[in-house]
């Protein structure tokens, strides 16, 4: 019967190709095992090619020395090429426990066995228990259809073909091969919230209701990833249709984003954020909500979704990217005539000239301005934006805050404290590449200009 269920898995569920190279996690318990066994039977008739990754975490002592020595005989006995990778010293980071840190890094060194194998498929032994128990922690946490799918049979390269075998079938299968898996003893307490659910929790259920309930928690399993799958389908559609690439980050308009159903909207930052950020798992609901609301009420904002993702609320545009840091705060005097360098490299030139050798007009924004140098203040600074900076744009009827005109001319956040701003003693002359200052305006009665030129870095030729 097992080998009839793994079979159609493969078939029913696209598993594997013919001909493909397919990794196996071999951790040398009964799943991973079975696994091993039931890919070795079919391994001929589909053409496939075998590879074992055996992870040796040093946890239980001298057990997992004979776990690994387990692995290396079976690997021999199904003629499966091996990997062992040593772990040594293994320590949970800030904030994990000790399983958490070992998942991360099990699925860490998979994928790159995979990439040095050129392997096709990741295989892992996940049963039907295991989705079962998945399914109860994250209900436990208050998960959405993604959590309680719980753990699909497949999700890029990662392949699950025991999720509707249970471990009672595997544990017989093996039985009757004579073969005898090693166990973890750690999973025999209940210091874990999954152990706690396995030992205790569904057998306190199955006899308080006097039914089984795995079948059906199985079932609803499933109904929540067909779910999921349908709401990735079409979040990856509008994102097809509306996100921009911008260098190294994704861009939406945010009307659009948030006038889709609220399940929609949710499922699209998180395949977004995947997208921008690398999140193989996706991201907390709160996390989800803080994106969210960066679309109420039209201001600028920001929200770190993970130490590589931010996203940024920018005018119309939601962006998801790297974090952008604001730049230093900087004062650099400009010698009238003379020259300046700014921190990031750029160069700002300034000269006089006699009106009449002012002959071409110069549009009112860009890298050049002219300004009536009678109506100048020296001495000349150019530094970084202030709280509170005011001024009169030319051409404005009344003062206005640098930080709603940079809003206005929809300036990313992002890029706005790396805007230089030419000052004299009465204030802001011009907001380089943004506007002058109207008080400084070239008039009629003009007869000295000065002339100012922005000349960015070298490397920065669009900015």
Not at 168 to 188: K, T, W
């Amino acid at each position: 019967m097992i080998r009839s269920d793994f079979a159609r898995a493969l078939d029913e569920k696209a598993l594997v190709r013919p001909g493909e190279t397919v990794l196996l996690a071999l951790s040398g318990g009964p799943d991973s095992t079975a696994l091993a066994h039931l890919f070795a039977e079919v391994r001929a008739g589909r053409r496939l090619r075998l590879r074992a990754l055996h992870l040796n975490y040093g946890l239980r002592g001298a057990e997992s020395d004979e776990d690994e020595r387990f692995v290396r005989a079976l690997s021999a006995t199904l003629d499966i090429s091996l990997g062992v990778r040593i772990i040594r010293p293994f320590e949970a980071g800030h904030g994990e426990s000790l399983q958490m840190a070992a998942r991360r890094v099990r699925y860490a060194m998979l994928d790159e066995e995979a990439a040095r194998e050129k392997a096709d498929r990741i295989a892992t032994g996940h049963t039907r228990d295991d989705r079962i128990e998945t399914l109860l922690i994250n209900l436990l946490r208050g998960a959405g259809p993604r959590g309680l799918g719980a753990i699909p049979h497949r999700r890029g390269k990662l392949i699950r073909p025991l999720l509707d075998i249970s471990r009672e079938e595997i544990s017989a299968y093996l039985a009757g091969m004579g073969v005898v898996p090693r166990i973890d003893r750690s999973n025999l307490e209940t210091d874990y919230d999954r152990n706690k659910i396995r030992l205790e929790l569904l057998p306190f259920a199955e006899n308080l209701l006097g039914r089984p309930v795995r079948d059906a928690l199985a079932r609803s399993a499933d109904i929540f990833s067909e779910i999921e799958g349908f709401l990735e389908e079409e979040a990856d559609r509008w994102i097809a249709r509306h996100a921009r690439e911008e260098e190294d980050s994704l861009s939406v308009p945010a009307a659009a984003l948030a006038a889709l159903p609220l399940a929609l909207a949710r499922q699209t930052v998180r395949a977004l954020a995947r997208r921008a950020g690398g999140f193989p798992e996706g991201i907390r609901f709160e996390r989800t909500e803080s994106v969210l609301a960066l679309l109420g009420d039209g201001r600028s904002g920001r929200t770190m979704l993970s130490e590589e993702c931010e996203v940024r609320r920018e005018g119309e545009a939601l962006r998801f990217g790297p974090p952008v840091s604001d730049a230093a705060p900087f004062r650099v005097p400009l010698p009238i005539p003379g020259a300046a360098r700014l921190p990031d490299g750029s160069r700002v030139l300034c000269r006089m000239l006699a009106r009449e050798e002012a002959r071409e007009d110069l549009p009112r924004e860009g890298r050049r301005a002219r300004l009536d140098f009678g109506r100048v203040r020296p001495p000349l600074l150019l530094r970084s934006r202030l709280p509170g900076d005011r001024f009169r744009p030319l051409g404005a009827p009344g003062g206005k805050k640098l930080q709603d005109l940079l809003v206005d001319r929809k300036i990313p956040r992002s890029e706005r404290s790396r805007i230089p701003v030419l000052c004299d003693s009465e204030g802001i002359l011009w907001v380089i590449g943004i506007a002058i200052a109207d008080r400084a305006k070239v008039a009629e009665s003009t007869r000295r200009i000065l002339e100012v030129a922005f000349c960015p870095p070298p490397d920065d030729t669009n900015r």
